[in-house]
């Protein structure tokens, strides 16, 4: 049994099917990478399992357990073991980094302050930003302010961290920063789902990547399999189409 | 004409016109600060009401577009009148002032209401999907996310509306409410000249505006580039 089973998700916009029949298994420890044309679902996949799109049908196993995206209480069980960190980073404009990353421990699980503030710095050093606590959002760079909304999902100590295209908003020179980061906390066994369109990258750090296409997930295997011997057409045009330059 | 003011100035210039005149300022500063503030507080419910998604509301949700389109549409001497006719047979014994301050309270709720969900709908809705995945609850997201960012946008347009209504209270002098404007007229009718009698009214409303547009300022400033930790 997988850390999280996915089987037949559904999703709509409106009257748009997003997703049609999304069936993924990912294990403990895994980092599963989405890959894709644009349009084919991955980020929204992502939003779905938080619930931020609930899906339409389908089933989502959290460690055996089924998410209800309608129940509230299943809705926060689920959030208390799932981050997620936006492609615009999203950090609270109102408060400084270290209350960005703090808020959720302290107000919302009522966590120990010195525990959470312990805990907050440590997460900061690790992304390199020690020495802005007191910043303002609109202060830092894109690259520093997505390295924030990455310790702010960590600092609740998620099981799963989703994260839908972190460098795709940032300037070429940042993308490095915010991969190093990412590439650090592979090592530390959480379970990732990462949406990106650096191909390098997700073939360094992915245990597993997963070809969508309008809304399904059309292969998954070993980085090796998807980019050197993919076995489906689709997949093979795709990774021959970003692989040419 | 000047020679006239110099000979009534002695006369006018007296404690009691004086007391006259400071007793008409604190009703129209009351009727105004009173019915917004009030107006303030449940334009807040309403804006608010009005981003809730929840099907069982759906009922308040209309009743509060309705009533804010309403009340944006009548005259404000209108709802003076409406409220004085309301009032009065069921509670004979409410004062002017208070009619006039529950109609101040109806219009500015409306007027209030809108400016303020402009300012809730100004912060992006990534901050709230960003709350959610963390888990707030929708009053902790607006206590501590949605209303820290909006205040900037609501306060300048609300307190400028504040400022006006300081003018339009002066329809409540049309009920009989002693505010200025009918301080005003009770000075002329007293004799006194009316370059004499509405100027010192004007000056009552500049004394009264002015600060409240320099508090404006000052919170404008302040809030543009304050944040809360």
Not at chain 1, 130 to 153: C, F, N, T, W
Not at chain 2, 220 to 227: A, D, F, N
Request: with cysteine; hydrophobic share 45%.
């Amino acid at each position: 049994m997988g850390h999280l089973e996915i089987r037949n998700l559904h999703c709509s916009y409106g009257a748009d099917d997003i997703l049609k029949s999304v069936d993924l298994s990912v294990d403990r420890g895994e980092v599963v990478s989405l890959i894709g044309p644009s349009g084919s679902g991955k980020s929204t996949l992502l939003r779905s399992l938080i619930g931020l799109t609930p899906p339409r049908m389908g089933t989502v196993e959290l460690d055996g357990e089924e998410i209800n995206y309608r129940n509230r209480q299943s809705l926060r069980h689920l959030r208390d073991k799932m981050a997620i960190v936006f492609q615009q980073y999203n950090l609270f404009q109102n408060m400084n980094v270290f209350r960005n990353v703090t808020v959720a421990p302290l107000k919302i699980k009522k966590r120990d302050k010195g525990a959470v503030e312990k805990t907050a710095t440590e997460l900061l050093d690790r992304v390199g930003i020690g020495d802005k606590h007191q910043a303002y959002p609109d202060e830092l760079s894109g690259g520093q302010q997505q390295r924030v909304a990455i310790a702010r999902a960590l600092a609740l100590a998620p099981e799963i961290l989703l994260l839908d295209e972190v460098t795709s908003a940032l300037d070429p020179e940042r993308v490095n920063e915010v991969l190093d980061v990412i590439r650090d906390l592979t090592r530390d066994g959480i379970t990732m789902l990462i949406v990106s369109h650096e191909m390098s990258f997700v073939k360094e750090v992915s245990t597993r990547v997963a070809m969508m296409d309008a809304g399904s997930v059309v292969e998954v295997g070993p980085p090796e399999q998807i980019f050197d011997a993919p076995k489906e057409q689709r997949t093979r045009d795709f990774v021959g189409k970003i692989l040419r330059h | 004409m000047f020679e006239r003011i110099i000979e009534e100035a002695p006369r006018f210039f007296t404690y009691y016109n004086l007391m006259f005149v400071l007793g008409a300022m604190w009703r129209t500063l009351l009727m105004t600060l009173v019915g917004c503030s009030i107006g303030f507080t449940v334009g807040l419910g309403l804006a608010v009401l009005r981003r809730t998604s929840a099907a069982w509301l759906r009922p308040a949700r209309y009743a509060a577009i309705l009533y804010v389109e309403t009340f944006r549409r009548i005259p404000f001497l209108v709802v003076l009148f409406i409220v004085l006719y309301f009032i009065q047979p069921i509670y004979s014994g409410a004062s002017l002032l208070a009619i006039a301050t529950v109609a101040v309270c109806l219009m500015s709720t409306a007027f209030l209401s809108e400016i303020i969900r402009a300012g809730l709908e100004s912060v992006p809705r990534q901050q709230m999907e960003s709350a959610e995945v963390l888990n707030f609850h929708p009053g902790q997201t607006l206590a501590w996310v949605i209303l820290p960012q909006a205040w900037k946008v609501i306060l300048p347009p609300a307190v400028a509306f504040v400022v006006m209504f300081v003018k339009d209270t002066s329809l409540a002098s049309q009920l009989g409410v002693v505010e200025l404007t009918y301080a005003g007229k009770i000075l002329v009718n007293k004799g006194f000249s009316p370059l004499l009698g509405f100027g010192a009214i004007l000056a009552a409303y500049f004394i009264l505006s002015y600060p409240l547009s320099r508090l404006g300022a000052h919170l404008e400033t302040r809030l543009g580039t304050s944040r809360n930790t």
